[in-house]
């Protein structure tokens, strides 16, 4: 027989364990050269640069 719990788990204790399991929104910076919206340790999507350096060969070949 498999284990069974011996006590009903009440709302306000599942609650508690879940309550840091939330969505947390995704940090942007800004990118030194262009300025634009970019995440933090990836490459710039509208120039392509990455710790000051081109790593794409033209901008906007990130796909």
């Known amino acids: 027989m498999p284990a069974v719990p011996r006590k009903k788990r009440t709302k306000n204790r599942i609650g508690k364990r879940r309550a840091s399991q939330r969505l947390t929104a995704p940090a942007f910076t800004s990118c ?3 300025h634009a919206p970019k995440m933090p340790h990836m490459v710039c999507p509208s120039c392509g640069t ?4 081109f790593v794409t060969s033209e901008p906007g070949d990130l796909a």
């Open 32 to 34: 030194p050269r262009c």
């Open 50 to 53: 990455y710790n000051g350096r």
